[in-house]
């Protein structure tokens, strides 16, 4: 029999997309998540959440726990939304220091801390990379609720957007 996949991560791991018909976020069916479930029949024990950073992961890992525990292998795919900024922030003060979410080291501790939770439970974490941020697409994006003028000028660039999610 084979062992589940219990698998942590953010809404792009839980499934979750944007659907411009319905103006919403919702729970698209066709996930990479669910047809690797369906194509390989596994089970997989899905504990992602749409918003997670580490920290909120880290606290929430009790609630995990069980599953972690039973998996032989977990997959930890977690940065972007500790990469990102609190863009209204950063629009109404651009010339003002802003860090990301979770500043860069303590994403590193937290997320060593976190995978050493992991092996501490029994399972063999499994580290996926971050989803690549299109600058471009992600700024036209944020500036449908901020001011344009004041993301740039705190940017610089639409690229530098993906700079920081590559650091995660």
Known sequence: ???????LGDSITAGVVYSPERERYIHFKDSFINMA???????VRNNSKFG???GAAMRKVERF????????????????????FDWPSVADSPDD???????LADFVEGYNAFI????????????????????????????KKCD?????????????????????
């Open 1 to 7: 029999m084979r062992s589940p996949i219990c698998i």
């Open 37 to 43: 479930q369906e194509k390989l029949g596994l089970d």
């Open 52 to 54: 997670q950073t580490v």
């Open 65 to 84: 726990a069980k599953d972690i525990s039973a998996s032989e292998h977990t997959i930890i795919m977690l940065g972007g939304n500790d990469s990102d």
């Open 97 to 103: 220091f802003h860090d990301c979410n979770t500043p």
């Open 116 to 143: 050493d939770k992991v092996v501490e439970l029994g399972s063999k974490p499994i580290i996926m990379n971050l989803i690549p941020a299109y600058g471009r697409a992600y700024y036209n994006w944020i500036c």
């Open 148 to 168: 344009p003028e004041a993301i740039m000028k705190f940017l610089g660039t639409p690229e530098s957007i993906e700079h920081w999610n590559e650091m995660y």
